[in-house]
């Protein structure tokens, strides 16, 4: 009996097994053309493990490569898609991937097309690209305002921008850097000046000259910068705003490690993973093929409730700070928001609020939305052109050592 | 028949009687996972809600495999010193200065100081060190809450099963110890981890498997109760609620109607307990009253029907 085992240890020596393998490269490429991240390595555990398991019945040959080839709880759905329809005729399978591979190779030349496109536009001169926006404003905003100087740009409002100021304000936003206060770890570093004794090093030093004399050594703890979630309104009264910072946060993710990125209007949606790639129009490609609800209405509190069940957990640990960006215009009126914005605030570290609305002079939270999301927020910014988002940088700089005191400052005049 | 616990399982079903002989009811293909864990040596990785058994898991393959259980529980800024090893410092100062009184050469001092009389073995080493009973079972809890760093240490560990101490060299397992892991999924853990392991989600059991549970955990329910009450959580985890009650709480419930003397469930006792099965004021403020009567309705029609 444990023979058998331990001819399981090379595959190559068993030339009775060469179908299955086939069979499992096959099967494993399938799942590789459906997302599923999978090497080589993988096929090699997989042929080791139906070894050892044995082929008795399906659910545990089901199960044994599920072991070997799910490694996140979503991918579980694909895989028993695709284990359901290859397993039942692997030759219809087959068929079906020689006949899509030709197309499998598509999606890079897919993603470099708006690279491509950029490019182009770049030697054709600037052509507006944004269909959505109403062409009147563009028009005299173009009239009136032909000079577009660095200083100008910093205190414009995003929305009055023309084309040419709004692609100049993303070139300058992609160069913004968040510089969070860092927060202590437990982990720690040499450092001479440091307040506790390093006995490891101390130690060691002492051997060095021979144990004559014990000369203490010190370190101090390591610090790092607190990761950063985003959750970004791409409702309707935003869209100018939420394109703009679609770009800062690009900047951002590219930047530093742990930056997670939600888009809300109607519904909640993670784009994390799409605002990694190096490329800004890849990004956004990607982002705009993920979101549905672009410039739709807004339903904050409900939009909350989903992060809050679903991911609050999964990346509000380690100190979190949250970034909020909306303008609290809510189409339920504010209905659960309270409540959901109490518990996201409970959860994070620092709750800090993006407004652009505040731009206007005399403006005052006197929406229910506006007024529910207040109270439980550390801070609460203007977002309209880039002064402000220069001015966040320099207080996100600052340790919170006294949150809400700008947002106690509007509760005033909200009640 | 007794023989069988204390030998690795050689089949699924063998695994599967494994674990039920150590009072764990598993899923078929639970028991697929763990049995391919032991046969390759390979880490176990198990994902899932809090309070759904994870833990659970690595107690019992210790029991029934009669083999020593190492628990490394993480935490941010978990390190070399808190989970591989760390020299016994007081002691070796202590050492340097009887071996000047000695008038001892620097060479021998150098040697001494740095030998397995200060070493102090924290739990990764010690899985790694040869045991009378065979290889330890080595439960890594809750990987997610240790940092990054941290996890990026664990691949060498995990793949090779060595650890390198460069006063002593590389210390090396004699034969692999049985690996699980547990993530409560607070966040992320990378993917090159993860490869080297088998995964396997625990999931909340279904309403059978969790009747067999109660009746093995709880004996002393009466079986009306133990019906009743895995109807009402199975209706709970459909409702919105920021953390459904696991296997865990079901029990604690059902231990807790067993101490107040209750045969069956009713409105009042169901709000008096909620506490036992809901942890967050929000979700116990949702439940409780109406919502809890109406569920309990439901419940009672379900099991009065005709089968």
Redesign the interface.
């Known amino acids: 009996?444990s023979g058998t085992?331990d001819s399981?240890a090379d595959p190559e020596a068993d030339p009775g097994t060469g179908a299955l393998t086939a069979n499992l490269m096959h099967f494993a490429r399938a799942l590789r053309a459906a997302g599923l991240?999978i090497g080589p390595?993988?096929v090699i555990d997989a042929v080791?493990?139906v070894r050892?398991?044995?082929i008795?019945n399906r659910?545990?040959f089901?199960?044994?490569l599920?072991?070997?080839f799910?490694?996140?709880?979503d991918q579980?759905d694909l895989f028993d898609e695709a284990f359901r329809l290859f397993w039942r005729d692997p030759q219809l399978l087959e068929r079906m991937m020689a006949a899509l591979l030709p197309q499998l190779q598509l999606p890079p030349d897919e993603a470099r097309k708006p690279t491509t496109r950029r490019i182009a536009e770049a030697l054709r001169g600037n052509e507006p690209e944004r269909r959505a926006e109403p062409e009147k404003i563009e028009e005299t905003v173009d009239a009136t305002l032909t000079w577009s100087d660095r200083e100008v740009l910093r205190t414009k409002d995003f929305e009055q921008m023309s084309n040419d100021e709004v692609e100049a304000a993303k070139l300058m936003m992609a160069k913004l850097r968040l510089p969070f206060a860092p927060v202590p770890?437990?982990?720690y570093r040499p450092d001479p000046a440091g307040a506790r004794a390093d006995?490891?090093a101390?130690?060691r030093a002492?051997?060095r000259t021979?144990?004559?004399l014990?000369t203490l050594k010190f370190r101090t703890r390591r610090t790092r910068v607190p990761p950063l979630v985003v959750l970004c309104d791409i409702s309707g009264s935003m869209e100018r705003y939420s394109r703009m910072f679609l770009h800062f946060l690009h900047a951002l993710t590219n930047d530093r490690s742990r930056v997670f990125t939600f888009l809300f209007g109607t519904r909640l949606t993670n784009v994390t993973r799409y605002m990694r790639f190096r490329d800004i129009d890849q990004s956004l490609a990607r982002v705009a093929g993920a979101v549905e609800d672009w410039s739709g209405g807004t339903r904050i509190g409900h939009s909350l409730c989903e992060f809050?069940?679903r991911w609050s957990?999964?990346?509000l640990?380690?100190n979190a700070v949250v970034l909020f960006i909306s303008d609290g215009l809510d189409r339920d009126a504010g209905a659960g928001l309270a409540?959901e914005m109490e518990?996201l605030h409970k959860s994070c570290h620092r709750l800090v609020w993006l407004n652009p609305l505040l731009r206007y002079e005399g403006f005052e939270p006197k929406s229910q939305g506006m007024r529910a999301i207040l109270p439980h927020v550390d801070e609460f910014r203007a977002a309209h052109n880039l002064a402000s988002l220069e001015d966040l940088i320099t207080t996100l700089g600052e340790p919170a050592t006294t949150p809400a005191r700008s947002a106690f400052l509007w509760q005033g005049k909200a009640a | 028949m007794t023989s069988i616990p204390l030998r690795s399982p050689a089949s699924v079903d063998d695994a599967l009687a494994l674990l039920r002989a150590g009072r764990y009811v598993a899923d078929r293909s639970l028991a697929t996972a763990v049995f391919l864990s032991l046969r390759l040596h390979r880490p176990l990785f198990l994902e899932g809600e809090a309070g759904v058994g994870k833990t659970e898991i690595a107690k019992v393959l210790s029991e029934s495999l009669g083999r020593r259980l190492i628990r490394l529980q993480c935490y941010e800024g978990l390190d070399t010193a808190a989970a591989v090893y760390e020299w016994n410092y007081p002691r070796q100062m202590i050492e340097i200065r009887l071996a000047e009184a000695r008038d001892e050469s620097r060479e021998t001092l150098d040697e001494e100081i740095f030998s397995d009389r200060f070493l102090i073995r924290r739990p990764l080493l010690q899985a790694l060190s040869p045991q009378p009973e065979g290889p330890p079972v080595l439960l890594i809890d809750e990987l997610d809450r240790a940092d990054e760093p941290f996890e990026a240490y664990l691949l060498e560990v995990l793949s090779d099963f060595q650890v390198t101490i460069p006063e002593l060299g590389t210390i090396k397992a004699p034969s692999p110890p049985i690996v699980v892991i547990t993530s409560n999924r607070t966040r992320e853990i990378h993917d090159a981890l993860k490869r080297r392991c088998f995964y396997y989600w625990v999931d909340y059991p279904d309403a059978p498997r969790e009747l067999d549970i109660l009746k093995l955990k709880a004996p002393g329910a009466a079986e009306e109760l133990t019906k009743q009450v895995v109807g009402f959580v199975q209706k709970l985890r459909k409702e919105e609620l920021f953390k459904l009650p696991g296997v865990a709480e079901t029990i604690d419930w059902t231990k807790a109607l067993v101490e107040l003397d209750r045969i069956t469930l009713d409105p009042a006792t169901v709000n008096d307990t909620l506490g036992a099965l809901l942890k967050y004021q929000d979700d116990i403020n949702k439940i409780r009253g109406n919502e809890a009567s109406r569920l309990l309705r439901e419940v009672q029609t379900e099991l009065a029907a005709p089968r």
């Open positions: 009996m085992a399981s991240p390595g993988r080791h493990a050892a398991a044995g008795t659910t545990d089901y199960w044994t599920h072991a070997i799910v490694n996140r709880r579980h770890t437990r982990r006995l490891r101390t130690l002492t051997l021979g144990g004559d014990i809050n069940l957990r999964r990346v640990g380690q409540r518990r």
